[in-house]
């Protein structure tokens, strides 16, 4: 394990880390920082959740001159929310040494991020369409920067974005500093990389798999036409305490949230078609656990640190492996347990076998939950409470009317009754959720699952967050396929 100090980084960033609580540096820190503040461009890879953010923030930081009031440092991200957390990151570990970072991003008023800009931050984290905006205005002046960052660096170079990536660039002096940083690395899209950066440091922290060892990942085979059912079911089970659901539509991602308000969760969706201010808010009320259950697309897919997420379900499954390995690594963060279950149509077997071979990593087969497991579960789910609740020890005052009502009743009845109580009651509120064709299977097609059903229908770990070691990072092997990068993003 090393220290912070060890790697060169000055007083300043050092008081930060430690207000952070940051006590060591994650491996890809270790690699990346001394390497960065020698000035080498570098694509730096590792698991998610394993602190990219500090490892290109930190050397950007600490090059930048302080009393000037210009852009030095430039972070491109995906999507608006994650710019907006890079900066809040940047702007943590930047707090006492004179630097600033201001996210500017699509969906906000051009007037605020106009003054805002004028304010003088140093840098800037900018989802890449609004920032080609305020370039072709001339409202941002990125001839002054130093050090160009792109977060999520496979994403930002595939079909959707690589134009816009190469315009950005180029309004950039040539001797700046370049940074790519993801959890995967395709090595089509670490290709075009090298073509915009000089000579640059790879950086791949070795692990035996692309996915972070601390999520336990599972896959149910269940076709379309049951998985609202069966999600239900596995979380009556689980209890997740925060979950996301990725599914493949903005549609769908609607007709999931509402049929999981109807059946009593606290569930919001996100995707694109939503106004910022909603985007925000439902966000908001996820991180502090007044909504636990986000229904997404993959516009939450990547990036994106909320600590406290127990579980992630693939609703349906991703069409790229990538994806898949973005998706699950929202939970599992920074050291913690987390679990991944992905729904898969019978049709879509052959996708799985293709993702896992992608990830070096593999999904338990679970048995799809019934009724009645469900029942049972959310029964256990009261007993646990009452446990805890005699673990506490904190009950004389009840003993009197305890032993009155023992008096009349039988204990059987008398304990069946309070978990009738305490258990959340089951609404069986029709919901339909409209279909959606299955994964065309681009890899073999899997002929025989030879992995038997272990019959595991939950985990048990019921919104555990358990504290594992920290994650190893990853070394994954690039993957040559046709035809995986050809959609566009939202822009903005
Ligand atoms: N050295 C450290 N010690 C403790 N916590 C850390 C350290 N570095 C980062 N963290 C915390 O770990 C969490 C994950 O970090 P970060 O979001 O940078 O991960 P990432 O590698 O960028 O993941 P992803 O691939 O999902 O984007 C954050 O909450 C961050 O504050
Ligand atoms: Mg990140």
Redesign the pocket.
Known sequence: MTKFNELGVSSSIMKALEK???????PI?AETIPLAMQGNDVIGQ?Q???????AFGIPMIEKIDSKERKIQGLVVAPTRELAIQVAE?LNRLAKFAGVRALAVYGGQHMDRQIRALKDGPQIVVATPGRLLDHMRRKTIRIDKVQTAVLDEADEMLNMGFVDDIRDILKGIPEERQTLLFS?TMPREIRDIATNLMKSPKEIKVKAKEMTVENIDQYFVEIPEKYKFETLNNHMDINAPVLSIIFSRTKKRVDEITEGLQARGFRAEGIHGDLTQGKRMSVLNKFKSGRVEVLVATDVAA??L?I?GVTHVYNFDIPQDPESYV?RI?RTG??GRTGEAISFITPREMGHLQLIERTTKSKMKRLMPPTNQDAQRGQQQVTVDKLLKTIEKDELKSYHETANELLQENDSITVIAAALKLLTKERRDTPVSISSVAPISVKGPQRSNDNRRPNNKRFSGKRGGQGQGGRSQASSAGGRNRKGNFQKRRNRD
């Open positions: 952070m609580g940051f006590e060591e540096a994650t820190q590792a998610t959740g394993t602190g990219k953010t500090a990151e959890a990547r990036g640190d600590s973005h690594g963060r920074a």
